[in-house]
């Protein structure tokens, strides 16, 4: 369903389980990054009304999730740790040239969002899939379903504002270079990580 080109190993799960501390915390920022983004869409494409409407419904979507994450370190006796550089949007965004074409850049941006909810979703599901904390399993699963909405609802408007055999190549394209990008992860407590 997703398309992702690159299976995450259930031995990351593994890795995040013994530090929840860590994934917890970088889950949160992945959560308050992402409501940010939507944020900046809306800034900077405020003319495109059906767009700005998807983007702060998951803006606040975002922030909800953020507190849930944040809610359940707090049950947990956890405080919330210093926000860590997320070198995976990074190198994400690095795939496209710059570009001064506010069009391709709203493209480029779309796609970028689009697999970086992919891929949160499908780690979700391997986090929840080898979790025995009930709760913790619980909470991923649930939230895989609204990745998938925010993955799609990016695409898509990739799609409306650019011909759809173009936007496909490109994110054929993505695909691949985050599929090659993420053979060297999974070593560490982290979404993306």
């Given amino acids: 369903m997703l398309g992702l080109k690159f299976e995450t190993e259930t031995s990351w799960a593994e890795i995040a389980k013994n530090d929840l501390q860590q994934i917890l915390t970088d889950h949160a920022y992945a959560e308050q990054k992402a409501s940010a983004n939507a944020t900046s869409i809306i800034i900077n494409y405020s003319e495109e009304t059906e767009l700005v409407q998807e983007m702060a419904l998951i803006a606040i979507e ?10 359940i370190m707090v049950k947990r006796g956890m405080v919330l740790g210093r926000g860590q550089k997320n070198d995976y949007a990074a190198h994400l965004q690095n795939y496209f040239p710059k570009t001064k ?16 909810e992919a891929r949160s979703c499908e780690r979700f599901k391997v986090f929840a899939d080898n979790m025995k904390d009930e709760e913790l399993s619980k909470f991923y699963l649930d939230l895989m379903a609204s990745e998938a909405n925010h993955y799609t609802t990016f695409l898509n408007f990739a799609r409306k504002y650019q011909d759809r055999v173009i936007v496909d190549e490109k994110w054929k394209g993505l695909l691949e270079y985050e599929a090659e990008f993420m053979k060297s992860r999974g070593f560490k407590a982290k979404i993306h990580g």
């Fill in 62 to 71: 975002e922030m909800e999730h953020f507190k849930m994450v944040h809610d």
């Fill in 101 to 116: 074409d506010r069009n391709e850049s709203l493209i480029q941006r779309l796609l970028v969002a689009a697999l970086i």
